[in-house]
């Protein structure tokens, strides 16, 4: 089966709500391509090996976290940016992207899949599903939490230590969002989970009590876009596929 590229967005906005969102590249079709689609690549980013791949595949869309054209880069395309447009655009192959609505989104977000991952209880989400708070259904060290979320997500996290009680309340953003770390802290949580950290963050969590957990950029933000791809396969009946080009960030 196909859909053609124009009721894909359509269903896909209507999904995401991207409008709703002030973000720091453009959501949706990114570079427009052929116009039926037949086979969907989903992947993290739109590196030029996720391309390649999926123009191996035969792909004629690709859905991607982290697109082009972000606010403040430079804006010629030059380099590695020209090679990467080349091949879309040579191949003919539609470019879909959505950031912060992908963030968000309260079925096939990253931070509602990662909790589904993680096997995090959702209590409450703050700053429009930036941010969640939750619980874990049985009280475990930071030692052993640490090993659940490296066992979850096939990475092992880098565990900064905030005190020796035990975890059962969590808050999370993926991504980089290690700067939410003192949200976290006002919420009373026993620990925080992001994808990156930053010098400041190993501070914060060892003065306020708080054990976080940098689990990677790469790592967190895998489920959403995989859910979603899913859920377009379903609903036009077309070919899915992820393709997981690891990032150790």
């Known amino acids: 089966m196909s859909v053609s590229i124009q009721q894909l967005m359509a269903h896909c906005s209507d999904i995401l709500q991207p409008q709703q969102f002030s973000d720091y590249c453009p959501n949706g079709l990114q570079v427009e391509g052929c116009d039926t689609i037949h086979r969907l690549v989903t992947g993290v980013t739109a590196s030029l090996a996720l391309l390649e791949r999926a123009v191996q595949s035969r792909a004629e869309a690709i859905l991607v ?108 953003c993926s991504g980089a969002a290690q700067s939410y770390i003192e949200q976290a802290v006002a919420l009373g949580v026993d620990a925080f989970i992001s994808g990156e950290i930053s010098e400041a963050t190993v501070h914060v969590a060892r003065e306020s009590g708080i054990h976080y957990f940098a689990a990677g950029h790469h790592a967190t933000e895998r489920y959403g876009v995989q859910a979603l791809g899913k859920e377009l396969a379903c609903q036009f009946d077309i070919e899915h596929t992820f393709i997981d080009c690891d990032n150790p960030v």
């Open 65 to 172: 976290h982290h697109g082009y054209f972000w606010k403040g880069e430079a804006q010629c395309i030059t380099g590695m940016r020209k090679k990467r447009l080349s091949l879309l655009l040579e191949k003919d192959v539609n470019l879909i992207v959505y950031h912060l609505p992908l963030d968000a989104h309260p079925v096939f977000g990253n931070n509602v899949q990662l909790a589904n991952r993680l096997g995090i209880e959702i209590d409450e989400d703050y700053d429009g599903g930036v941010v969640y708070r939750g619980r874990i259904s049985k009280p475990c060290t930071a030692q052993a939490f640490a090993e659940h979320i490296g066992h979850s997500l096939e990475r092992t996290p880098l565990w900064i230590d905030g005190g020796k009680h035990s975890i059962s309340t969590v808050a999370w």
